[in-house]
């Protein structure tokens, strides 16, 4: 099992999938899908489950299973703009909405039998904020971003001053912030704070040997299509899976190679992974200032493109935003408009082995798109682990002198001395990832050429198909070529394209040039409206 989970970070980390790799992943994962995965953590050791629900107790004696079942038709699975039409006919208000999804998360997300660990933490006033909302609305002064009172919950590595930012690491359980950048355009779009997401510990980049979906402080996250069967794709496990078993109507992620395409397509959602400095980065535990970006992770394209552009803006403290040229603050307006009709789009010959690809590309096809199917290029991406380790090094005290709160560790060193202290409960899939960084150097000039190595050949990966067919965009699967998207700086978004063996999801995942989300989400419209492909999971559906 340690190799298999080796290999899903590889190719979490460099997008590579070759025709043989595609055969050996496959043949594991429907080996291991036949019985329940064994895993060293499942419960957190670390979550006090009286101090996470004690501000709320009171409150949620409002919400009896009567009432939560009359609301549950409502709210669960409904887009954005169909739980604020909801709100504005007086069929709930936005603090019943909050206590439904808080009643929720704690019948359902932990300690039971349909247990997931998706949520780390709650926001201790979310209610009281909802009740604001409410107020602003019946005053006349609901502001006119369909943001407005939606509870949206943050992958722990996204700082806000409601709740510690852990990282899902032991280490920083007192790293107490301010919020992020992208936090605070969520709240000044009227967006509510509900909790934080559990996900894979440090971003995935840390252990080595362990699985998707695990952190010493959040326990192991679950995927509800195949409860300790399927993988939850990593590293934004917990705001993936949260979304999926409608704990929260959005989630943000975030990515470096795929870890938000992963997880989002492994649990039947959207996901997008934007252009690097679209959104901001600051105050963001990071691996790499090179290749992370924050995203939103959605059940649908107009809920994506809404959240998304919640975020939306420049930060003055991150250059990537300052570089950033796209402008565009509305992604949604226009959407439903949207048609595939006339669009070139490129799909890979050697996916076309995989019959939901097929399948997909038909759905495109009788939309009115030109499906061209061409041979990717062969192209490597050489010292792309270095990349990771030379900018974390790096990055990581920059965070935590930048934008992280009063906590003991300041280095990546640190983090590893201190988990020496009780490697059974803050380290027990070991550090070897950490250790790899530690152990890696290069001089200025040499990590200049291998960031520059990487960008021209993950540009040459598309480039060249991109402007040899006059395409759109091109198709892919999950998060099959997210290392190429990475280093390419090319913004990708996955939809739902079907179920394979075991109920697994699979998402059709778009790539276009950068800066161009908008023609992503017109792409991603399109193709959701004419497969309608996204089934939610059985056992969570009331």
């Not at 040899?468 to 290392?483: P, T, V």
């Amino acid at each position: 099992m340690k190799k298999f989970y080796f290999i899903l970070l590889f190719i979490a980390m460099t997008g590579c999938k070759e025709n043989n790799s595609d055969t050996n992943e496959e043949t594991a994962q429907d080996t291991l899908a036949v019985a329940e995965r064994e895993y060293k953590v499942l419960d957190s050791q670390f979550l006090d489950k009286d101090v996470t629900w004690e501000p709320f107790n009171e409150d949620l004696e409002r919400i009896s299973e009567n009432r939560y079942g009359v609301l549950s038709p409502m709210i669960l699975d409904k887009t954005i703009p169909e739980l604020q039409q909801a709100i504005k006919r007086g069929d709930f208000t936005y603090e019943e909405m909050v206590l439904f999804f808080l009643h929720r998360i704690k019948k359902l997300d932990r300690n039971n039998a349909k247990s997931l660990n998706s949520v780390i933490a709650l926001n201790p006033n979310v209610v009281e904020e909802a009740r604001n909302r409410d107020r602003d609305l019946q005053e006349g002064r609901q502001e006119k971003h369909p943001a407005f009172g939606i509870p949206v919950l943050l992958k722990d590595n996204i700082n806000t001053s409601d709740m510690a930012t852990t990282a899902g690491a032991v280490a920083l359980t007192e790293n107490r912030t301010e919020d992020a950048f992208i936090v605070e355009r969520l709240r000044e779009n009227g967006a509510l704070i509900l909790g934080k997401a559990n996900l894979s510990e440090w971003a995935y980049f840390f252990c080595g040997d362990c699985p998707s979906g695990y952190s010493a402080i959040g326990g192991q996250t679950l995927n509800p299509y195949g409860r300790k069967i399927l993988d939850t794709g990593g590293s934004s496990s917990g705001s993936a899976v949260a979304v999926a078993a409608n704990f929260a109507p959005a989630a943000i992620g975030s990515e470096t190679s795929g870890s938000i395409l992963s997880p989002s397509s492994q649990n039947s959602l959207v996901g997008l992974k934007p252009t690097i400095g679209v959104l901001s980065r600051g105050g963001i535990v990071p691996i790499s200032s090179t290749l992370d970006t924050p995203g939103p992770i959605t059940k649908s394209v107009i809920d994506n493109a809404i959240i998304f552009s919640a975020m939306t803006g420049k930060d003055s403290k991150d250059p990537a935003s300052m570089l950033n040229k796209n402008n565009e603050i509305d992604f949604y307006s226009g959407i439903s408009g949207n048609t595939l009709k006339g669009k070139r789009l490129g799909a890979m010959k050697n996916l076309m082995e995989d019959s939901l690809y097929v399948a997909a590309v038909e759905d495109l096809r009788k939309a009115g798109a030109e499906v061209i199917i061409y041979e990717p290029e062969e192209v490597q991406l050489p010292n792309f682990i270095r990349l990771l380790n030379l900018d974390m090094k790096k990055d990581l005290p920059d965070y935590l002198e930048t934008y992280g709160g009063e906590v003991e560790v300041r280095s990546v060193e640190d983090v590893m001395a201190y988990n020496l202290e009780d490697t059974l409960a803050r380290a027990p899939y070991g550090q070897a990832l950490f250790q790899g960084i530690m152990a890696d150097t290069a001089t200025p000039e040499e990590f200049a050429a291998i960031k520059d190595t990487l960008r021209r050949n993950g540009r040459r990966f598309f480039d060249v198909p991109m402007k040899e067919h006059n395409l759109d965009a091109i198709l892919s699967i999950n998060n099959y070529h997210a290392g190429f998207a990475a280093v390419a700086h090319y913004p990708a978004i996955t939809v739902p394209m079907g179920y394979g063996e075991n109920n697994a999801p699979k998402g059709l995942t778009f790539f276009s040039k950068p800066y161009t989300e908008a023609n992503l989400y017109s792409l991603a419209y399109g193709y959701e409206q004419a497969s309608k492909r996204r089934v939610s999971p059985g056992d969570y559906s009331d």
